[in-house]
Nanobody, 126 residues
Framework: QVRLVESGGGLVQAGDSLRLSCAAS????????MGWFRQAPGKEREVVAA????????YYADSVKGRFTISRDNAKNTGDLQMNSLKAEDTAVYYCAADRSLHTGVEVRTTAYDVWGQGTQVTVSS
């Protein structure tokens, strides 16, 4: 059983940085692809960044490419999302998620993820 808990959200100004962390319980987290998603009010949940189980393959949404960096530390059962040059449009609830299908690639489909954290609010004031 894998459980995910996000932390690191908050209220920042445009141009600032935040680092979100995802702590996973369970020994099998290192075998799963993981992703960061966000959902703004009135909008659908969207993928922000994703990483495969080993950390050597990543994906970024065009809207965050060059500003956000996803990483994971399988020894510590953690995953991070470093967010730089934040914009007002980055305001959303951010979720980390794990895909337990054990495939080796990056997964970007929201529906493929079956374990979700509770979310952490990120608010960027302009």
């Amino acid at each position: 059983q894998v459980r995910l808990v996000e932390s690191g959200g908050g209220l920042v100004q445009a141009g600032d940085s935040l680092r979100l962390s995802c702590a996973a319980s369970g020994r099998t987290f290192s075998r799963y692809a993981m992703g960061w998603f966000r959902q703004a009010p009135g909008k659908e949940r969207e993928v922000v960044a994703a990483i495969n189980w080993s950390g050597d393959s990543t994906y970024y949404a065009d809207s965050v490419k060059g500003r956000f960096t996803i990483s994971r530390d399988n020894a510590k059962n953690t995953g991070d999302l470093q967010m730089n040059s934040l914009k007002a449009e980055d305001t959303a609830v951010y979720y980390c998620a794990a895909d337990r299908s054990l495939h080796t690639g990056v997964e970007v489909r929201t529906t493929a993820y079956d374990v979700w954290g509770q979310g952490t609010q990120v608010t960027v004031s302009s």
